[in-house]
T-cell receptor, first 115, second 115 residues
Framework: AQKITQTQPGMFVQEKEAVTLDCTYD???????LFWYKQPSSGEMIFLIY??????QNATEGRYSLNFQKARKSANLVISASQLGDSAMYFC????????????FGKGTKLSVKP | GAGVSQSPSNKVTEKGKDVELRCDPI?????LYWYRQRLGQGLEFLIY????????KSGLPSDRFSAERTGESVSTLTIQRTQQEDSAVYLC?????????????FGQGTRLTVV
């Protein structure tokens, strides 16, 4: 079974609007971390935001926030006030404490911001 | 160095030849990951090193692939008898801790082309 599922291969959003990128995960480990990375067309992987399984509040980093719903095992990324520079691939990833900390990625969502 | 360094940045090799890809992690980072990313695809986990623990080799696609890391230093990914299907960007990442709120820092990748 896939550990990380991103069901949206591609998304479009109008500039200045908010967009939600979906991510669900599968784990029986009580301790884990969830990450979002951005990969622009240049290829580098850019860390965006982190959520720990024991964190009580949803993580926020500037225009990025993580909608963490533990019971549903979802960790959606919300980007507010989209900018043209947000056009990129977005990857959700997870590390489980029990698996020695291996970092597993989803297949990604390609976000295109329209002017 | 300040970041994760990978070399070479580009490698073109003939089918059947062996190649070695190098990753120099950030100093002090105990965890090191190798991923493969085919054109337009997500990150495919290959192998994970954590300190002096036995590496997680569960992602290696065949016995033509191997990787080594001595302690917390440089890692080398070796592909023997390369095939055209091995053409991809090979990404290396390192992080300071196993699970907790430490992002993985990525290198710029090695673009491997097998002709």
């Amino acid at each position: 079974a896939q550990k990380i599922t991103q069901t949206q291969p591609g998304m479009f959003v109008q500039e200045k609007e908010a967009v939600t990128l979906d991510c669900t995960y599968d784990t029986s480990d009580p301790s884990y971390g969830l990450f979002w990375y951005k990969q622009p067309s240049s290829g580098e992987m850019i860390f965006l935001i982190y959520q720990g399984s024991y964190d009580q509040q949803n993580a926020t980093e500037g225009r990025y926030s993580l909608n963490f719903q533990k019971a549903r095992k979802s960790a959606n990324l919300v980007i507010s006030a989209s900018q043209l520079g947000d056009s990129a691939m977005y990857f959700c990833a997870m590390r489980e404490e029990g698996s020695q900390g291996n970092l597993i990625f989803g297949k990604g969502t390609k976000l295109s911001v329209k002017p | 160095g300040a970041g994760v360094s990978q070399s070479p940045s580009n490698k073109v090799t003939e089918k059947g030849k062996d190649v070695e890809l190098r990753c120099d992690p950030i100093s002090g980072h105990t965890a090191l990951y190798w991923y493969r990313q085919r054109l337009g695809q997500g990150l495919e986990f290959l192998i994970y090193f954590q300190g002096n623990s036995a590496p997680d080799k569960s992602g290696l696609p065949s016995d033509r692939f191997s990787a080594e890391r001595t302690g917390e230093s440089v890692s080398t990914l070796t592909i023997q008898r390369t095939q055209q299907e091995d053409s991809a960007v090979y990404l290396c990442a390192s992080s300071r801790d196993r699970v907790r709120a430490t992002e993985a820092f990525f290198g710029q990748g090695t673009r491997l082309t097998v002709v």
